[in-house]
């Protein structure tokens, strides 16, 4: 099977980045329907693509363009009406609804534009709380999540709870929570939607850095300066795939940054 070849993508187009190397996602055919009583929506029309380990892919399109169902198919939230998923190798459609849950635990960090804190928990508390489902010790459980806050910049606000936090450090929070249990891809769904320009950009920087570091991410945005921080943009419309091309020029959050007012000023 070859999910990203240009026969298979039919009126679909594909790119280089599509087109070659071992793929953590491959979707071939896949459709979604949903039955409203005597309406049937069709979300997904036949989506087929792969994306490759180490890639970092922005998925845009209007809202009703499939995008969400999509990225809940990948998350392993929702199964196709028909079609192959393939994660890792793994047949998606084939797993009960425990093994699913093992693998959006294992293998799947979620980040969210709510960022879905819990109110009276610690910073520290929170990034710990997707490690309580996992088989290792309490010790290792405390070190994860002090080296996941450490990575995303937060290793002096470890005690701080949300609401001593500013917008930007509470969504740091979210993504040092979905890389915890050391994820091998990183979805990401809106991540800056509630943020300002500048902490959206600082955002953009901790997912380039992750993905320097061979992390898998796919982010969702309706902002076109965002998903020019990625290195390939799937544009959805109608259920379909329309556009699916690597960004030329990448946008580099760490120069952007320097061109950008500080909060102070």
């Not at 990448?250 to 102070?264: D, G």
Request: glycine share 8%.
């Amino acid at each position: 099977m070859n999910p990203s070849g240009p026969n298979a993508l039919s009126s679909q187009e594909t790119s280089p980045a599509s087109a070659t190397g071992h793929a953590v996602i491959a979707v071939e055919d896949v459709h979604k329907t949903y039955d409203l009583g005597e309406t049937k929506v069709h979300a997904l029309r036949g989506v087929t693509l792969s994306i490759r380990r180490g890639e970092f892919v922005a998925i845009m399109g209007a809202s009703g363009s499939g995008k969400s169902t999509f990225m809940n198919i990948i998350g392993c939230l929702d199964k196709p009406s028909s079609g192959r998923y393939l994660l890792e190798d793994t047949d998606v459609a084939q797993l009960d609804k425990k093994q699913l849950a093992g693998i959006r635990n294992r293998k799947i960090g979620f980040v969210f534009q709510g960022f879905n804190l819990l109110a009276r928990t610690s910073a520290l508390e929170n990034t710990e709380l997707p490690t309580l489902y996992a088989r290792i010790d309490r010790a290792e459980r405390h070190q994860r999540a002090v080296d996941a806050l450490n990575m995303v910049g937060l290793s002096e606000r470890m005690d701080h709870f949300p609401s001593q936090l500013s917008g930007g450090q509470q969504q740091r929070v979210a993504i040092a929570r979905a890389l915890v249990n050391r994820p091998s891809i990183l979805l990401a769904d809106e991540p800056t939607g509630n943020l300002d320009s500048r902490t959206s950009v600082e955002v953009m920087e901790i997912f380039q850095n992750l993905n320097n570091k061979g992390l898998t991410i796919i982010l969702v945005t309706h902002e076109h300066d965002i998903a020019q921080f990625a290195k390939r943009n799937i544009i959805f419309r109608d259920g379909k795939v329309r556009r699916d091309e690597l960004i030329t020029t990448q946008s580099i959050a760490s120069e952007v940054l320097k061109t950008m007012p500080t909060v102070e000023e």
